[in-house]
């Protein structure tokens, strides 16, 4: 009798645990949607690690660095043209509702235009981009700016299906394409034509059958309309003008660092760089997917409630990436030798920076929601234009002379910068105190209570 009391804790546990789990899928609250864009977001974090380990096994450092090549520019470019249009329709979507078919009209026009900039742009500069590498490279990287305008409308469905809170089906969307890469690949391989090009367009054209089918869907719901779109242009531009800038910056921060490797080093050394900074970044899906439910609860709640949830986000996500840090760069060799093979393991130094690195930017990111979701921008956007800057700047004085290492130390020293002035700014601009970044046992409690409250949620669902 005595061990039989144990064992029934043990497995009222087990069973409470397992009606939790099951709960978040019919639940339809921001705990649940959180959990479930976490999950989805490290679905396609374990894909990704799948493609970029296959890919980088088969072709090497020099192939994996052509490959990359070829998706850098057109990524890049479309996430430097977005000019702040997600994150505006998603604010006014909500905001005004009753105006959702002309603002989203007004979005869908905006891509073409600007998708068209984007590669024009894209085509002039490509050759300035990759003059390391060889002139067929350059002529298949300028074919394949033509998917640019196709990730901003991506990029705007998205922020339209989280306006319109279908969460389940937003998840949906965001694995289809990097499934279909996957499974594209492994047909390449066992075909014997898996080449840089043939992996690029796995990666590339998977995007395009999701976003038309996604694009005509929203059509269908809101039909187009140009009747209002003056209106419609200047409540996403009001929005949009401030945040462009965190967007403009976001992109550089995010993808500059690449473009000064490929720029500066040889292929095989843009291979070595981005398999440790995509491994790295496998911290930063709590960050993501936090933001992606986080933005959208904060944006209707008044100042003071939005400051301390996003404050006790912040401190949460923060200790949970830490733990997961720690034995990143404690195995870093370990593990770049088993996935993806000995010829890697050269990036273990630069792997391990970055990886710290992604703790600390993606920590800042959660910080600057307070900006974000009060309709103040402009202070995300400093943060970024601050720490980008100067770690760009360090990265073109130093990758030239002492290599990969230096890229990972020049994006540190940024993000540390960012966060400290993010600190600051709490106080000096929010008239707040500053954020603490130990994590507290209350957090701990508040966290527990979102979880406990699932179930009773569920049990009450099912008796109506």
């Known amino acids: 009798m005595s061990n039989s009391k144990p064992l029934l804790r043990k497995e009222g546990l087990a069973v409470s645990l397992w009606s939790i789990l099951r709960s978040f899928h ?50 890049f470019l479309a996430n430097l043209f977005m000019l702040g249009l997600p994150s505006s329709l998603l604010f006014n979507m909500k905001k005004h509702s009753e105006e959702a078919a002309s603002l989203y009209t007004t979005a869908l026009m905006f891509c073409f235009s600007f998708g068209a900039l984007a590669w024009t742009v894209g085509v002039a500069g490509v050759p300035y981009g990759l003059s390391s590498h060889s002139e067929q490279i350059i002529r298949y990287a300028q074919w394949f700016m033509i998917s640019a305008p196709v ?68 059509l269908s719901i809101y039909r187009f309309t140009i009747r209002r779109w ?74 003071g409630e939005a400051v301390v949830l996003v404050k006790r986000i912040f401190r949460i996500s923060l200790c949970l990436t830490m733990l997961a840090a720690i034995p990143m760069m404690l195995l870093g060799t370990m593990v770049l030798n088993v996935l993806y093979g ?27 929601q307070s900006f974000m979701s009060l309709g103040k921008p402009g202070y995300h956007s400093m943060l970024q234009a601050v720490g980008m800057g100067a770690g760009m700047l360090l990265m073109l004085v130093m990758v030239p002379q002492y290599g990969l290492i230096s890229a990972g130390i020049a994006l540190l020293t940024g993000s540390i910068i960012r966060l400290l002035l993010g600190l600051g700014l709490y106080k000096k601009v929010l008239h707040t105190t500053m954020p603490r970044m130990l994590i507290r046992w209350d957090d701990l409690r508040w966290l527990y209570s979102r979880f406990a409250s699932v179930q009773v949620q569920s049990s009450d669902d099912k008796e109506k």
């Open 26 to 75: 019919v639940r339809k609250d921001s705990t649940a949607n959180s959990l479930k864009v976490v999950v989805v977001s490290m679905l396609i974090m374990a894909v990704n690690l799948l493609t970029g380990i296959l890919t980088a096994r088969y072709l090497g450092p020099a192939g994996k660095g052509e490959s990359s090549a070829l998706l850098l520019w057109p990524t």
């Open 151 to 218: 990730l901003l409308i991506e990029f705007m469905n998205n922020a339209a299906l989280q306006a319109r809170g279908e969460f389940q089906l937003f998840n949906r969307i965001r694995m289809l394409p990097h499934v279909g890469a996957l499974l594209w690949l492994f047909l390449l391989l066992f075909a014997g034509r898996l080449t840089p090009l043939s992996a690029a367009l796995a990666y590339s054209f998977t995007t395009v059958p999701v976003t038309l089918w996604l694009t005509f869907r929203m």
């Open 230 to 303: 003056k209106d419609s242009l200047a409540k996403l531009f009001r929005y949009g003008r401030s945040s462009s800038g965190a967007d403009v910056l976001n992109a550089l921060s995010g993808y500059m660092d690449q473009v000064i490797v490929v720029t500066l080093l040889m292929p095989a050394d843009l291979g070595l760089y981005l398999v440790a900074f995509s491994l790295s970044r496998v911290i930063n899906v709590i960050h993501s997917s936090l933001v992606m439910v986080l933005f959208p609860k904060a944006a209707g709640l008044e100042q």
């Open 342 to 368: 000995e010829q890697y393991v050269s990036a273990v130094p630069v792997f391990r920076i970055l990886v710290l690195e992604a703790v600390i930017g993606g920590s800042t990111l959660i910080l600057a």
